[in-house]
């Protein structure tokens, strides 16, 4: 799937981040994909093999992938993951 609501520039930007967190994901047998960024400059993103089913994915997204992106793009407000798995308490 191609993001089309943000230009070629601004999607590198974003990805040069996710490039920054990628080898942790990635030795954890995970990644992730960016589906959009919506008009609230919210980036939306799939978590990808390992992280889509790891219960700390919600902390990873947060903690790592969140600030990874928001300290390269300020413009990006928040990073949600359309896939994640619920916590259970």
Known sequence: ????????????RIESALDQIRPYLEADGGNVRVLEVTDEMILKLELLGACGSCPMSTMTLKAGVEQAVLKAVPEIKAVEAVNVMPTEV
């Not at 799937?1 to 590198?12: I, K, S, Y």
């Open 1 to 12: 799937m191609a993001v089309t609501n943000v230009d070629q520039d601004f999607l590198l």
